[in-house]
């Protein structure tokens, strides 16, 4: 998928690429989008659609439902903006694909998500080398359209600075990673995805709801962030939610569990052991 924190992703200093503000920041420019690219959103978003029926949690499928999002083509940003923001007041920017941590949870911080303004190519639609824009609106936009998710990631965003400057930030990466990338819930006594990392992807949804290989752990916040994360291939570990609203009133504890933390050494997410 893409780099754990900021040691792949560009580093935190980097200057933004020609033709990106200070932010990062593009125009989405979607006249230019092809009539092939629409067609691979189409493609996977019907994929998605058949496959995880029933397997997302109620509030991604309210959120697809609530941003129209399943009216064809890639979507137009000002179009689905008018409607986030009003719900939860979020805004998606264009970004021209991985951006430094610092400036990707600047962003959250301010409500504003990062989606990239490219689609893989209609050859490449199971391998993934940056978050493109079906991975960043539809893998994330419906949750966003939730207000308990939409606070929750902001949270994350207004953390990161804070952690960081205590040399934390890559544990409140592995919190976003292992909630809203890749986190799992149970609803209703079953198994449902809820991170944007296993939405949009055929492979990993599959690996995560059935594979018997991966861990599928209760969510512990003070494990999670022990946990380290491998971007460059399935998930071998998974937290799994049994109270929804519970992580997403978690909220406030981020603070007292990072300061708790500092001396927890790592996790290795392939045994659970000591790293
Ligand atoms: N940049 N464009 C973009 N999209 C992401 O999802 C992203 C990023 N930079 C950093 C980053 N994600 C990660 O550090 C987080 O997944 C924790
Ligand atoms: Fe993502």
């Known amino acids: 998928m893409f780099p754990e924190c900021s040691t792949d992703a560009a580093s935190d200093t980097e200057a933004p690429p020609p033709g990106a503000a200070d932010d990062w920041t593009v125009l989405q420019r979607w006249e230019r989008f092809s009539a092939e690219d ?41 179009e689905l903006n008018e409607r986030l923001l009003r719900r939860t007041g979020w805004t998606v920017v ?62 994350l965003g207004e953390l990161a600075p804070r952690a960081g400057a205590s040399g934390a930030l890559h544990r409140v990466a592995r919190l976003y990673w292992y909630s809203v990338e890749f986190g799992l819930a149970r609803q209703d006594g079953e198994l449902r995805i809820y991170g944007a990392g296993l939405a949009s992807s055929f492979s990993e949804a599959e690996h995560a709801l059935r594979s018997p290989a991966p861990r599928r752990l209760p969510f512990d916040l003070r494990a999670v962030l022990r946990t380290s994360y491998r971007s460059d291939r399935l998930q071998s570990c998974y937290f799994v939610v049994d109270d929804f609203d519970e992580l997403l009133a978690s909220g406030l504890r981020f603070d007292s569990l990072l300061a708790a933390l500092d001396d927890a050494a790592d996790l290795d997410p392939d045994t659970g052991n000591l790293a």
């Not at 629409?38 to 058949?50: E, S």
């Not at 496959?51 to 064809?72: C, I, N, T, Y």
């Not at 430094?100 to 391998?127: C, E, W």
């Open 94 to 155: 264009s970004v021209p694909g991985l951006v430094p941590d610092n400036v990707f949870f600047r962003h959250l911080s301010q409500r504003r998500f990062p989606a990239g303004n490219f689609i893989r190519p209609a050859n490449q639609l199971d391998y993934l080398e940056e978050p493109d824009v079906f991975h960043d609106i539809f893998g994330h936009v419906p949750m966003l359209a939730d207000p308990r998710m939409a606070d929750f990631i902001q949270a």
């Open 38 to 78: 629409h067609a691979v959103w189409d493609t996977l978003f019907a994929r998605q659609q058949a496959k995880l029926s029933g397997r997302l949690v109620r509030e991604f499928a309210q959120g697809l439902d609530l941003l129209r999002l399943s009216h064809p083509g890639i979507p137009r940003l000002e």
